[in-house]
């Protein structure tokens, strides 16, 4: 059993920046890949990055948001990142971590992972 909580979400301006948080506990962090999904008003939730347990493999990333948003972790502190730079009004959205303690590849449906967060609220205005 995994529990994730995220934070870091608020109101920021056009080109702005902001860091999502996501909090783990429950069971090891350190063996699970970890995802970030989003889902803005009147939308389905998509997929926006996602990263292996193991180091050396390279983050997966929707080709809108490559270049811009960048997903890390910190096994030691149980915690995933997402990192986002030049934001857009479009970028507004709920976003939510989830957690994958069963597969190694790295997945970009929903049904690819196990446990999820609440969510956090991003608005971007213009």
């Known amino acids: 059993q995994v529990q994730l909580v995220e934070s870091g979400g608020g109101l920021v301006q056009a080109g702005g920046s902001l860091r999502l948080s996501c909090a783990a506990s429950?069971?090891?962090?350190?063996?699970?890949?970890m995802a970030w999904f989003r889902q803005a008003p009147g939308k389905e939730r998509e997929f926006v990055a996602a990263?292996?347990?193991?180091?050396?493999?390279?983050?997966r990333y929707a080709d809108s948001m490559k270049g811009r948003f960048t997903i890390s972790r910190d096994n030691a502190k149980s915690t995933a990142y997402l990192q986002m730079n030049n934001l857009k009004p479009e970028d507004t959205a709920v976003y939510h971590c989830?957690?994958?303690?069963?597969?190694?590849?790295?997945?970009?449906?929903?049904?690819?992972?196990?446990?999820w967060g609440q969510g956090t609220q991003v608005t971007v205005s213009s």
């Open positions: 990263i292996t347990w193991w180091s050396g493999a390279s983050p």
């Open positions: 989830a957690a994958d303690s069963r597969n190694l590849r790295l997945g970009v449906l929903i049904s690819d992972y196990e446990y």
């Open positions: 429950g069971r090891p962090f350190s063996r699970s890949n």
